[in-house]
């Protein structure tokens, strides 16, 4: 039982290349969520998925799309990064309506762009 | 808007010492509140869950706390340890899961 996975764990962009965060969970929760730690700013929610085929922005989804693939895998794309991007991005995931609802973390993606 | 705010943002103590870390909320129409830890380049380690409808859940050395009305969280770490440095971050939540997270504390526990 892997719980969270992301990958890749590092990646180095340019200002206006593209790429895709992958996550996936095999605990069958069916929340997921996308978030990204700057320093100074803890985690801000960027996209969420409440379940299969739904998604559902959070408090900064500028700059960025998410899909969920099916009920295991959430993937986070930026179309055109920027250097603002650069962060560290987590992945987690939490069966959403059951009494614990606790949430469970990815070891996060390190991103720079430059 | 849901504001936390995490106090104080950083933390040194000997080891042995009894510690309160403090976490307030703006909105106190809340789901839950957990508490995470969260290790240097490491991901987070969800520590305590505590529900709306509860006022406290224990973890071995780690007790945390929950009063709504004052939009307070508490997490209390007895005897201290080297081991218990760390950066904690506490978020509230609502049903749907979304979080919203405090900037956190960061523990230096000096042996």
């Known amino acids: 039982n892997a719980g969270v996975t992301q990958t890749p764990k590092f990646q180095v962009l340019k200002t206006g290349q593209s790429m895709t965060l992958q996550c996936a969970q095999d605990?069958?929760?069916?929340?997921m969520y996308w978030y990204r730690q700057d320093p100074g700013m803890g985690l801000r929610l960027i996209y969420y998925?409440?379940?299969?085929?739904?998604?559902d922005k959070g408090e900064v989804p500028n700059g960025y799309n998410v899909s969920r693939l099916n009920k295991r895998e959430f993937s986070l794309r930026l179309e055109s990064a920027a250097p603002s991007q650069t962060s560290v991005y987590f992945c987690?995931?939490?069966?959403?309506?059951?009494?614990?609802?606790?949430?469970?973390f990815g070891p996060g993606t390190r991103l720079t762009v430059t | 808007k849901q504001e936390v705010t995490q106090i104080p943002a950083a933390l040194s103590v000997p080891e042995g010492e009894n510690l309160v870390l403090n976490c307030s909320f703006t909105?106190?129409?809340?789901?839950?509140l957990q508490w995470f830890r969260q290790d240097p380049g490491k991901g987070l380690t969800s520590l305590l869950l505590?529900?709306?409808?509860?006022r406290e859940q224990t973890s071995g050395r780690l007790n945390a706390s929950l009063d709504k009305s004052s939009g307070r969280s508490t997490l209390y770490i007895a005897a201290s340890q080297p081991g218990d440095s760390a950066t904690y971050l506490c978020?509230?939540?609502?049903?749907?899961?979304?979080?919203?997270f405090g900037q956190g504390t960061t523990l230096q526990v000096k042996p």
């Open positions: 605990m069958n929760h069916n929340s």
């Open positions: 909105d106190s129409a809340i789901y839950n």
């Open positions: 998925s409440a379940s299969e085929g739904t998604t």
């Open positions: 505590i529900q709306s409808s509860q």
């Open positions: 987690a995931s939490c069966s959403q309506g059951t009494p614990g609802a606790e949430q469970y």
């Open positions: 978020a509230v939540g609502w049903n749907t899961g979304k979080l919203i």
